[in-house]
């Protein structure tokens, strides 16, 4: 946690990653990677995973596609739907879900405040 910019984050990084969307940096200015077990969720309200971006005769731009990003959800480890995974990646997985909520936290009551 000390590694991470508390201020301006997140934020743009155009002509590093090429487009407008936000990421989150370290004090150094680098994207932020976070290894951690988890489940992808592919019917969540948020998520962009439909079947025709592994359609090839679908009509599309495929050099356009290669450009295309995935949107999906993740969840923690459940210990009822994943009975063979060990105990220690659910704990892992539930304790970065609820570190996550308290660094957001944090570095949102850093921010000045947009009306």
Not at 31 to 45: E, I, N, R, S, Y
Not at 86 to 109: G, L, Y
Request: aromatic share 10%; charged share 20%; hydrophobic share 40%.
């Amino acid at each position: 946690m000390k590694k991470i910019a508390l201020k301006n984050n997140p934020r743009p990084l155009c002509k590093l990653m090429h487009d407008s969307v936000h990421y989150w940096v370290t004090t150094t200015n680098q994207v932020l990677h976070v290894k951690f077990p988890a489940k992808v969720d592919c019917t969540g309200q948020y998520e962009h995973l439909g079947p025709y971006f592994n359609m090839t005769s679908t009509g599309l731009d495929i050099q356009a596609l290669q450009k295309a990003r995935a949107q999906f959800e993740l969840m923690a480890v459940d210990d009822k739907a994943d009975k063979n995974c060990p105990s220690t990646a659910i704990a892992c997985s539930h304790s970065f879900f609820a570190a996550v909520f308290i660094f957001f936290d944090k570095v949102e009551s850093c921010q000045p405040c947009e009306l």
